[in-house]
């Protein structure tokens, strides 16, 4: 019973950043970041002005977990302040497969906290929900994020060329993906 308390209060709970479910009092900032376009460059495929309560509305319909196929969490510091969200999405039988995806607020980045919190989705997507492969889509440009999936265990598949427009130039979108089993063996070896 030990090693179970154990396992959960572990699965949700890192060193520096802890896993939540998102509250309606989250989906304000995680709209006003989705909506920045300092960080839109790195969300989506071009940037334009949207509605906060659109983005919202949207966000309402990701947040819900009540679907087998994906989870969302807001990442949140030691005081519980909003860091961000990240998500495993689109998994179906009998592919075990899902989408990873995370977005930081403007003053969250660059201190490890993604990095922590995309290590822990990947633990919750392979030990509680049995998936079996993890993917990500990554704008080449969007170099520091691709090392933080690298040291996470993700690895290149492929390139979309030319896939995304921005500042007048066409940029390539880089697939990565890890497996359960190089993320178990990988486990093993530490």
Known sequence: ?????????GLLHGERVGLRVTTEDDLDRLAEWWVDDELAVFQQLSIRPRGRDAI?????????????SGVG?????????????????????????ATFAIMLGPNATGHGYGSEATRMLIRYGFEELGLNK????????NTRAIRAYEKAGFVREGVRRAAAFHEGVFHDEVFMGIVAAD????????
């Not at 993890?134 to 440009?141: C, D, G, R, S």
């Not at 993320?183 to 530490?190: D, I, K, N, V, Y």
Request: glycine share 8%; aromatic share 12%.
């Open 134 to 141: 993890i993917e990500l889509h990554v704008w080449a440009y």
């Open 73 to 97: 969490f807001s990442i949140c510091d030691e005081s519980g302040a909003l860091l961000g969200h990240a998500t495993l999405f689109g998994a179906t039988l009998p592919l075990r497969l």
């Open 56 to 68: 919202k509305e949207i966000m309402r319909g990701w947040i819900t977990n009540d679907t087998g």
């Open 1 to 9: 019973m030990d090693t179970a308390t154990a396992y959960a209060r």
């Open 183 to 190: 993320w178990f063996a990988a486990q093993s070896s530490r």
